[in-house]
């Protein structure tokens, strides 16, 4: 797809994409993508299930499939755009669609802590909710970030978990995405022990309390 540029010349594209994208899809007084950041975390806060609890018979197959065709085809028109290399995997887990980026420089695509991926995984939503008038629950990956994410995350919800019930005193982590706070609630819940999350976003975070 051509030259691969530095981080700073790959994003900035990207960020006025994003400016003009949200400008043509969310409309003021319905801001698509904060709903989908609030239904993931009532999905992560509501009981802490496991998602294979999700009853995979009332998923239809078929719409997720469709839903990652559209949301790879944004994605490569993205990757176009900023000049990148990458592959692109579809699968679907459970009751979602997964689109996965995989190339040697995909940083630029990541940032600092994810907050670029994360951007852009609201942005792949609102293009499947354009095309299909539904609102997505897919998840993006770029370079494997998630996956090790998860893996990172699940130790620090075990570790913490123990820490708790070692000291019998309740443990508040530091503010974290939906789909992080989802992981460390899993965990803590095969632990044996309760989590809650507190505060408003971009601040929420997971309290894990020892058994009452």
Known sequence: MGTVVGPGDAVAPIAR???Q?????????DVVDDELVEEDDE???????????IDDDD?????LEEEGEIAADYI???LDIADLDGDIDMDVEGDRAVVSVVGATLDELVGD???VL??????TRLAVHRKTGVRARLMLDVGGFRARRRAELAELGR???AEVERTGEPKKLRAMSPFERKIIHDAVALAGLRSESEGEEPNRRVVVFPVS
């Open 17 to 19: 994409l994003e400016e």
């Open 59 to 63: 998923v239809d197959l078929s719409t």
């Open 43 to 53: 999905l992560a806060d509501e009981d802490a299930a496991d998602e294979d609890d």
């Open 118 to 123: 994360e951007a852009l995984q609201e942005l």
């Open 76 to 78: 490569e028109g993205l």
């Open 21 to 29: 994208e949200l400008n043509d899809v969310v409309d003021s007084a």
């Open 159 to 161: 570790s913490v978990a």
């Open 113 to 115: 802590d994810g907050e």
